[in-house]
């Protein structure tokens, strides 16, 4: 496997993490009142939305680098 395409497995990975991070966050600050959970729901989406920003301007970089 080459780094590319791990960098790009590594990039969707985390940008899965962090998105269902944000759902998890998100739904237990709904049921338990908790408004920390809620921000840290908020920043893990920002986050998923820097990284998927980040893979495709990485895809673009390395598309003619084999």
Do not use: P, Q
Request: aromatic share 18%.
């Amino acid at each position: 496997m080459s780094l590319k395409i791990f960098h790009i497995i590594f990039i969707s990975l985390s940008i899965l993490l962090s998105f269902g991070f944000g759902v998890w966050s998100i739904r237990f600050s709904a049921t338990e009142n908790h408004g920390g959970y809620f921000w840290a729901g908020l920043i893990s989406f920002v986050v998923s939305m820097a990284l998927i920003v980040y893979g495709v301007n990485f895809i673009k970089k390395m598309k003619g680098v084999s």
